[in-house]
């Protein structure tokens, strides 16, 4: 049976770049806004309707919102944080940019967005302020041994931050070890909070010959996630009694 961490890492590929249809065009424009559409429509990317779920949905609590989804994570890939991924016809969502933004999006109550800043400022020091496709970012690496930091993953916040600043970042960047400061291959991970959860897009460059990863639209992107998760978010409507849906296994 493949290890873990290899079956992790194989879905994820598939994901990426499989539901995206291979890398001709891993960043298409997002589809126009449509509030008619199926919010699980049959056919690839996979909704839905294959799964067993009808064509308005399904319900999935996290944290205290109650979201409606089309697909669930396969929990032999979850065990190590409490992941759903959040998958629905991208048309439904008012505003969306990118035809990405969906894919490979997760959500997890595994410690909220400020538990993670915290955690980040906890084991990693500030090493420098740099720019990003114009926007002003703080870099945060490992500060142990010398040998971890080259192989440490490299955060980076949209403004500076410090133990002793008050708030949070609006979004935050995670970074794999990568060939020079122009993230020429590896793979990113963009995260905003939502709630009382945090929620995540994963970027994958695997070799140079594959399209860059977007850096310089990572805003563009979280806001992206934000509108795709008020989108799906039906809280109050649910508790309302408005919306009736069977709840995801």
């Given at each position: 049976?493949?290890?873990?961490n290899?079956r992790?890492?194989?879905v994820?590929?598939?994901?990426?770049?499989?539901?995206?249809?291979?890398?001709?065009?891993?960043?298409?424009?997002?589809?126009?806004?449509?509030?008619?559409?199926?919010w699980?429509?049959e056919?690839?990317?996979?909704?839905?309707?294959?799964?067993?779920?009808?064509?308005?949905?399904?319900?999935?609590?996290?944290?205290s919102r109650?979201?409606?989804?089309?697909?669930?994570?396969?929990?032999?890939?979850?065990?190590?944080?409490?992941?759903?991924?959040v998958?629905?016809?991208?048309?439904?969502?008012?505003g969306?940019?990118?035809?990405k933004?969906?894919?490979g999006?997760?959500?997890?109550?595994?410690?909220?967005?400020?538990?993670?800043?915290?955690?980040?400022l906890?084991?990693?020091?500030?090493?420098?302020?740099?720019?990003?496709?114009?926007?002003?970012?703080?870099?945060?690496?490992?500060?142990?041994?010398?040998?971890?930091?080259?192989?440490?993953?490299?955060?980076?916040f949209?403004?500076?931050?410090n133990?002793?600043?008050?708030?949070s970042p609006?979004?935050?960047?995670?970074?794999?070890?990568?060939?020079?400061?122009?993230?020429e291959?590896?793979?990113?991970?963009?995260?905003?909070?939502?709630?009382?959860?945090?929620?995540?897009?994963?970027?994958l460059?695997?070799?140079?010959?594959?399209?860059?990863?977007p850096v310089?639209?990572?805003?563009?992107?979280?806001?992206?996630?934000?509108?795709?998760?008020?989108?799906?978010?039906v809280?109050?409507?649910?508790?309302?009694?408005?919306?009736?849906?069977?709840?995801?296994?």
């Amino acid at each position: 049976m493949m290890p873990l961490n290899q079956r992790v890492f194989y879905v994820i590929v598939v994901l990426v770049l499989g539901a995206s249809g291979g890398l001709a065009d891993p960043y298409p424009e997002a589809p126009p806004y449509d509030p008619n559409v199926e919010w699980c429509p049959e056919g690839p990317p996979v909704y839905a309707k294959q799964h067993g779920y009808p064509s308005e949905g399904r319900l999935v609590q996290v944290g205290s919102r109650f979201l409606r989804l089309c697909r669930r994570g396969d929990p032999g890939v979850m065990e190590i944080e409490d992941v759903t991924l959040v998958k629905f016809n991208p048309a439904r969502v008012r505003g969306l940019s990118n035809g990405k933004s969906m894919i490979g999006l997760g959500i997890t109550n595994h410690g909220d967005f400020q538990f993670l800043v915290d955690r980040i400022l906890d084991s990693y020091v500030e090493v420098s302020d740099l720019e990003i496709g114009g926007q002003a970012y703080t870099e945060y690496s490992f500060f142990s041994d010398p040998k971890d930091q080259e192989r440490a993953s490299r955060y980076f916040f949209p403004r500076s931050i410090n133990q002793a600043a008050a708030g949070s970042p609006s979004f935050l960047v995670r970074c794999s070890p990568t060939e020079g400061a122009n993230f020429e291959y590896g793979d990113c991970r963009l995260t905003i909070p939502y709630g009382t959860s945090r929620v995540s897009l994963l970027f994958l460059r695997l070799l140079v010959s594959h399209p860059e990863i977007p850096v310089e639209k990572f805003p563009e992107f979280a806001e992206d996630m934000r509108k795709i998760m008020e989108a799906a978010d039906v809280t109050e409507d649910y508790l309302a009694g408005k919306i009736e849906l069977p709840f995801t296994d």
